[in-house]
């Protein structure tokens, strides 16, 4: 598991190889990623957007941008968490992914930027 704090807002992530929707002779390679979001700070802070730089070992770079995630914008008051998955596909076995949330501190409503740390998906017999 990956952590990373910053402004106050804890994430971790961890990833899953998805062997059953995964066609490596295709070069089609899918990985699930569960991301849990902490408010380590003294307000509630609300997810607004996400936007992820996603990276093939084959030098092909993507862009996701867009509101909230998983079709919500999520509320958090001070020292909860709020957990969701999701998934990336690759066209290699490696790839890498981060990113950054745009939360806003719903006490005074200014907007900030958590950053979500780089984490590697790595089909399972590459690792040997």
């Known amino acids: 598991m990956i952590t990373k704090t910053s402004e106050g807002v804890q994430i971790s992530v961890e ?3 998805q062997d059953e929707y995964s066609h490596p002779v295709n070069n089609e390679f899918m990985f699930a990623y569960r991301i849990t ?3 380590l700070n003294h307000f509630t802070v609300k997810l607004l957007r996400r ?6 070992s084959n030098s092909q770079n993507r862009e996701v941008e867009g509101e909230g995630v998983v ?3 999520p ?3 001070p020292g909860k968490q709020f957990q969701y998955v999701s998934g990336c596909n690759l ?3 490696i790839g890498r992914m981060q990113g950054t949330y745009l939360m806003e501190n719903q006490d005074t409503k200014t907007t900030f930027i958590v950053k979500i740390p780089p984490f590697q998906m790595v089909v399972p017999f590459k690792n040997n």
């Open 15 to 17: 990833t899953f190889y």
């Open 37 to 39: 979001i902490e408010n």
């Open 51 to 56: 936007h992820w730089f996603i990276f093939d």
């Open 71 to 73: 079709g919500i914008q």
């Open 75 to 77: 509320v958090l008051e």
């Open 91 to 93: 066209r290699t076995e």
